[in-house]
Every structure is written in C-alpha cells, then in structure tokens.
C-alpha cells in the first residue's frame, strides 16, 4: 500500500501544455481502471478533475485530460491559465476496498 | 447543494483518544460511500477509511488498522471516525469526502469538507 509515485513539480507558461505522470505497480494502477485526479489550492480542500482515468465531472474544463498505460496514469492541462496553478494528486483503488494517493505534484504557471 | 462539515478536532495527547464527526445534507446520505482523508501539515493527502453505502463494507489504511474505526448513522447524516491510541504521526488536517456514484463504492473523491485539524502532542 505504498503511496503512487508522482514528480514533485512541473511548469509551463500560459498557454502552454502540461502533463504530470503517476506511476503505480500491478497492483493498482496496472490492474484497476480506478484512477483519479485532483486539484488543491492553499488552504483549500480538494477538487475532483478527472476520474475513471479519463472522464471530467460537470464544471471541469476540457483542457483537462487523462490517460493510463500500464502502471501510469498521466494528466494533461492544456492551454494553462493562472488558476491552474496548485498542488494535483492521482488516485487509484489498489484491491479489497483499499485506495491510495500519489504523492503529488506542484504545478506552476510561469 | 452538497454540504459536508467536520468538527471534533483539537489538540490532543500521544495514546487518548478522539471522536471526528461529519455531518452531510443536500444527498441521501444512506446512498453514497463516505471516507476519511487525512493530510498532514505541508504533505501529500492519505486516504485513511472507507464505509460503504449500506455500512457493511469497511476497510481501512494498514497504519490505522485496529486503532481506527468508521462508522455512520443514517438517522443523523453524520459520518464518524473514532480515533484511539493517537500518535503524533497522525496529526493532519482529517477531511471527509463522499463518492461519486450512489449505491457503489468507486473511491472516487467528489464532494470534500473543509478539513479538521488533529494534533497530537508527545
């Protein structure tokens, strides 16, 4: 049940295109389709943005996608803007009923 | 719309114990899976606990496990997390989310609290 493995940061200038990875093991991300993003601003709670690997809830832009292959998922936020900077996390279920998060990854608009 | 507020953090000692409540409206609560999610000051989120929608399925995060115990009681829409044998490792902001889907356990994070601060002191 370790923690998926996230960089602890990435950049990219207004506009531009961003993709954070998540690696897992079989046990998790290679096996299940249970995989998650989220968004945290400072001091705020979390935020779902995409979910069984690649569907958005209502209200999340579509310059938010994602994708898996094998055990790694990935996220992409393209057309960057200001209020895309923060903190994501990737999620995914890892077997009788256990979920664990990734160790997140700051993203920076420059 | 969807509301979710915790309460019952403080500042407490290393081996006593803590209750933490979250008390929902705008769903029915009796549909959805509720979790605990804990985030420690300046770190990563951790999911901590799970009750399935009809409270028959728990399961918990291993450094938890025999300490910790979920519940829910539907008369109240109010999720609990009881809390024993603290330790300063488990001093974090605890927030409660509920699931995405009713009537399923997706583990996917959709509605959150505002989060409430646990500290255990040594």
């Known amino acids: 049940q370790s923690a998926l493995t996230q960089p602890p940061s990435a950049s990219g200038s207004p506009g531009q295109s961003v993709t954070i990875s998540c690696t897992g093991t079989?046990?998790?991300?290679?096996?299940?389709?249970?995989v998650s993003w989220y968004q945290q601003h400072p001091g705020k709670a979390p935020k779902l943005m995409i979910y069984?690997?690649?569907r958005r809830p209502s209200g999340v832009p579509d310059r938010f996608s994602g994708s898996k292959s094998g055990n790694t998922a990935s996220l992409t936020v393209s057309g960057l803007q200001a209020e895309d900077e923060g903190d994501y996390y990737c999620?995914?279920?890892?077997?009788?009923?256990?979920?664990?998060f990734g160790t997140g990854t700051m993203i920076t608009v420059l | 719309q969807v509301r979710l507020v915790e309460s019952g953090g403080a500042v407490v000692q290393t081996g006593r114990s803590l209750r933490l409540s979250c008390a929902v409206s705008?769903?029915?609560?009796?549909?959805?899976?509720m979790h605990w999610v804990r985030q420690a000051p300046g770190k990563g989120l951790e999911w901590v606990a799970i009750i399935s929608y009809d409270g028959n399925k728990k399961s918990y995060t291993q450094s938890v496990k025999g300490r910790f115990s979920i519940s829910r009681d539907t008369s109240k829409d109010t999720l609990y997390l009881q809390m024993n044998s603290l330790q300063p490792e488990d001093t974090a902001v605890y927030y409660c989310?509920?699931?995405?889907?009713?009537?399923?356990?997706?583990?996917?994070?959709?509605?959150w609290g505002q989060g409430t601060l646990v500290s255990v002191s040594s």
């Open positions: 079989s046990s998790d991300i290679g096996t299940y389709k249970y």
């Open positions: 069984e690997v690649t």
């Open positions: 705008g769903f029915t609560f009796k549909s959805y899976s």
């Open positions: 989310a509920r699931d995405l889907d009713s009537m399923w356990i997706s583990g996917y994070f959709a509605f």
């Open positions: 999620s995914s279920y890892a077997g009788n009923n256990v979920f664990v």
